[in-house]
């Protein structure tokens, strides 16, 4: 199963002025691809905040996204901080500067310029782009602007697609309690299976919606049978 986790960099999130779009946009777009999302970071515009984020998820996960932190300002510190998160020098991108050169014109302020500037080793990927999503080792440092974040998430989607899940729910009128035995049962018997409880009211009394999800089709089947099986009489709503 590949795994992946986010970094998003930014006071302005942390702090309320900005809402964060991005995270919630890719925990969605991962799940449809068959990735398992392990990590979400919040973190300040700080060198030494994102190096450590960075150094501590990247081995952890496939694939690490940074959100943010990216552009010609003296709080975008995205690029640093993964370099030194990843024992990197920042250097200048060829390719990018003269994107940038092009233009902006052959008078192009150094604070522009600072946007050509990547981790030591980075890839330019996403050709298609204008502006190509720079990878380096297996760190994705995406934009925190959310339209242009998905632009450019969407353009080298494919790459991370995998065997996709598979999700199954029921529904159940019933008090979560009297459920949970049942449902701690059959995850034992079937580890291979993720299963969820999720309670809600409703005005004929007690809702639980139980999920179960798994990359195996087979497992989800099994288990979706003995959980129907154990629930109490009458109390299935309905699956789906």
Known sequence: M????????GN??????VEDLNARFLIAELRALGVALRHVAVIPDDVEAIAAAVRGLCARVDYLFTSG????????????????GLGRRVVRAP???ALLRAHFGPDALDSALRMADVPEGAEMIGEELRWPVCLVQNVYVLPGVPEIFRRKFLAIKER??????????IWVRAEESRLAQGISQVAAQIPEVEIGSYPRSDPDGPVVRITVESKAADAVARAVARLVEGLPEASLLRTE
Do not use: C, N, Q, Y
């Open 69 to 84: 932190g990216v552009g010609p300002t003296h709080d975008d510190l995205t690029i640093e901080g993964v370099a030194r």
């Open 160 to 169: 991370f697609r995998d065997t996709p899940f598979v999700l199954r729910s």
């Open 95 to 97: 390719t990018l500067e």
């Open 12 to 17: 302005e999130i942390l702090s309320g002025k």
């Open 2 to 9: 590949k795994t992946a986790a986010i970094i998003i960099v």
